[in-house]
């Protein structure tokens, strides 16, 4: 079995979701410290042909606070100022109507840092046709480990036989103390091999890594899209993704969050 193991991204970029797809069960890490200024609270769209970034505007905390606890601030205001935002940018876009009104309800909705940012993933997760076996850290039974021995512990509970990271984690990954542990638990370590697409954007020229909205925006069928994708990236990978599997989601477990499938009425906040 494989797994994988992110912080929940404010609407994350694609190779996100490519990640998703390509495990048997995916982890949400909220049980981690909170860092401001990260993709966590903040991410980048497609405004007037050039990169722009969009933040949530969150609750001062103490620095150890973690992701899970992380409170948005009750004024309508900062959220109003997002929405104008996305608005201008992708007012013109074929699927403006319906991502607009998932963005709104979700955006205007939630108090949770961490429920706005999994309640639209999960969304998306469903239109794109993903149907990868969802957890979060802060339910799993777990100690205070740090890093690398909290992903392994977290692989253990999951019986996992793989880990697929992404290649940021590779400064402490391939550390020999990491690479021992998870060698000593027979969890072999993967890093996640995804070569950006191009994908029907609006402007002049494509810019890759926005957040996933922009591709969601732009595509007539996202689902479509995205399956193409996936075999491309499959192929390129020599088969390393898992497309298309049988729905696993309808497995029960305390710890798994069901996507919801209501067109609108998706948020859990």
């Known amino acids: 079995m ?3 193991i992110m912080q929940p991204t404010f609407l994350p970029w694609l190779g996100y979701f490519y990640m998703i797809n390509s495990v048997d069960k995916f982890v949400f890490l909220d049980s981690v410290q909170f860092e401001r200024r990260s993709w966590q609270s903040r991410n980048k769209i497609k405004l007037n042909d050039r990169e722009f970034t969009i933040s949530l505007s969150t609750q001062k905390t103490a620095q150890t606070t973690k992701i899970s606890d992380i409170k948005l601030l009750s004024e309508d205001k900062w959220r109003k100022k997002i929405l104008n ?5 992708y007012k013109k876009s074929v699927n403006f109507d319906y991502y607009f ?3 709104s309800s979700a955006i205007m ?6 429920d706005l940012n999994i309640s639209l993933i999960t969304k998306f997760m469903q ?6 076996p969802i957890y979060k850290s802060s339910q799993l039974s777990q100690s205070n480990a740090k890093r690398e021995e909290l992903l392994l512990r977290i692989c253990q509970d999951l019986k996992a036989a793989s880990y697929l990271s992404s290649q940021g984690s590779k400064s402490y990954l391939q550390t020999k103390h990491s690479m021992d542990i998870f060698a000593n638990s027979k969890i072999d370590i993967e890093y996640l091999n995804f070569t950006h697409p191009a994908y029907n954007q609006k402007g002049k020229n494509f810019i890759p890594y926005l957040g996933i909205i922009d591709f969601l925006f732009n595509e007539t069928n996202p689902k479509e899209s995205f399956n193409k994708i996936i075999l ?8 390393g993704g898992r497309a298309n599997l049988p729905n696993p989601s309808v497995i029960k477990a305390q ?7 209501d067109k609108f009425n998706f948020i859990n906040c």
């Open 101 to 103: 009104q998932i963005l």
């Open 2 to 4: 494989k797994i994988a």
């Open 127 to 132: 239109d794109l046709d993903i149907k990868t």
């Open 85 to 89: 935002t996305i608005y201008h940018a």
């Open 232 to 239: 491309e990236q499959n192929s390129n990978n020599m088969g």
């Open 109 to 114: 909705q939630c108090e949770s840092l961490a």
């Open 255 to 261: 710890n798994h969050i069901p996507i919801l499938l």
